[in-house]
């Protein structure tokens, strides 16, 4: 059942909203004992949600883009009253006191908050695997042994795991949404920079973050885009350009023109990755679509490079301000402030934290500022201007989201850090040049799923929705 036929059935009361509540938490908790996806579900709220709009439907007082629908949301994401700790230990207990303007116009549409989804620790990983120290690792829906992707990853497996009606709300820095949508099987959509308000958001890197959407038919992603995207006055870098009707487009027929970035398909992709990639391109161009191979040299050489240093530079800032004083993880005050800050920053962060903070710490330093931080940022806005040379004659670019399937837990230990930040090869690009991108399942392989991903030009969403309804045709 899509989120439409849903939602048609709370508001005439076919089905009751109360009892499907109580049914979807009840799913969800038996889920998470074996998958760990949730860090909180959040049962109260969800029920007195449900409640409320058991009185509405009586009073025939049913307005709403998502009346009724369950919506998981990512731990960086605050909601009231409901423990949001970005993934780490250092924010234990913490409880905010506001919505963020997300989850605020979710629930100004009849949207039903049901928790929040494992993530790594304030969005560090590709695989999900770097979980607060006091969280367990969400394994693949797919096979037990694998990873779901990071670092939206619990975002991703309950989307695909749970067999009714949901959308998740997500977080993308540098890959966040694409690889765990790839790694899962589901469609995750990551809206151009500043589509969607960050006001609420627990930074990982203020100039790469952005909000975004997963779900199992682009109709339903489609839906809650069209209800979070838009113009707020609490974020500075949120833009005021109209929102479309992003519903509208997953049926339309247009001429799109699809550049295929050959860097993408070269060596070290997995070679049943790139069949089940080329064989979608090949549907496509079968059934009218133009392709033509396409280079972004630039952008394949530095990308990840650069990624990394703007990320971590930005996160070594974001992440000063924990220090167990104001809200979070605390314990018994002793010594000055600089052993008590370093003592409880040494116990709560886990290691890849400490790792960035580190590495981000170096590169803002006086004397490496320039020759780091920004240098990097000149070297993005050549990137940007290299994608723009190609969006003047293409409507889409496309290339595998992961050079591989999902890795089972074993082969992730064996990784040096480096080979770890390299699995972003593809989805560096457009999360640093602030383009929106689109991940859907292009086929199985030895049943897992394999993830294409398509990038537009900024503000461009629509394009992605259109060829997303096309490939949901195909199959």
Do not use: W
């Not at 394994?139 to 670092?151: C, H, I, V, W």
């Not at 049943?447 to 394009?463: C, Q, R, S, W, Y």
């Amino acid at each position: 059942m899509d989120i439409s036929e849903y939602i048609n059935k709370v508001k005439s009361n076919e089905i009751d909203i109360i009892e499907h509540t109580k049914k979807v938490i009840q799913e969800c908790r038996k889920i998470n004992k074996e998958y760990n996806y949730f860090n909180v579900i959040s049962e109260e709220l969800a029920l007195e949600q449900a409640k409320e709009l058991k009185k509405r439907i009586k009073k025939k007082d049913t307005k709403g883009n998502l009346f009724g629908v369950h919506v998981s949301v990512k731990d960086c994401v605050c909601v009231k009253d409901v423990e949001s700790r970005a993934g780490s230990k250092i924010l234990f207990g913490y409880r905010p006191v506001f919505d963020a303007t997300v989850i605020q116009k979710a629930k100004e549409q009849g949207a039903i908050i049901i928790g929040k989804t494992s993530q790594d620790a304030f969005g560090y990983g590709s695989f999900n695997v770097n979980v607060g120290l006091d969280f367990k690792i969400p394994k693949n829906p797919f096979d037990k042994e694998r990873a779901t992707g990071g670092s939206s990853g619990g975002a991703a497996g309950i989307t695909q795991k749970l067999d009714l009606p949901h959308i998740a709300i997500s977080e993308s820095t540098g890959g966040s949404i694409a690889a765990p949508a790839s790694y899962c099987g589901v469609i995750g959509l990551c809206p151009t920079y500043g589509r969607v308000s960050r006001y609420g958001l627990m930074d990982y890197a203020n100039s790469l973050d952005k909000i975004g959407v997963m779900s199992k038919n682009i109709e339903d992603c489609a839906v809650l885009l069209h209800v979070i995207a838009g113009h707020d006055n609490k974020d500075s870098t949120s833009l005021e350009e109209p929102v479309e009707n992003y519903p509208e487009f997953v049926n339309k027929k247009s001429r799109l023109k699809i550049g295929i970035i050959k860097e993408s398909l070269a060596k070290g992709i997995d070679p049943e990755v790139k069949d089940s990639v080329l064989n979608t391109i090949k549907k496509l161009h079968d059934n009218g679509i133009k392709t033509q191979e396409v280079s972004l040299p630039l952008v394949f050489k530095y990308g990840v490079q650069t990624y990394y240093l703007i990320s971590l530079t930005e996160t070594s800032t974001n992440l000063a301000k924990f220090c167990g004083m104001r809200y979070g993880y605390e314990e018994k005050l002793e010594g000055n402030f600089n052993e008590y800050f370093s003592k409880i920053r040494s116990n709560a962060f886990n290691r890849e934290a400490k790792r960035r903070i580190i590495l981000g710490t170096f590169a803002r330093m006086a004397g490496f500022r320039d020759a780091y931080y920004s240098k990097a940022m000149k070297v993005r806005t050549l990137m940007i201007q290299e994608y723009k040379k190609l969006f003047k004659k293409f409507d889409l670019l496309v290339c595998p989201t992961m050079p591989n399937v999902a890795p089972k837990f074993y082969e992730i230990d064996k990784l040096t850090p480096m080979q770890n930040f390299m699995m972003d090869i593809m989805t560096a690009g457009p999360n640093l040049a602030g383009f929106p991108h689109l991940s859907m399942p292009c086929g199985p392989e030895d049943n897992l799923p394999v993830g294409i991903m398509f990038t537009a030009d900024h503000l461009e969403e629509k394009k992605l929705i259109q060829i997303a309804g096309i490939i949901e045709k195909l199959k």
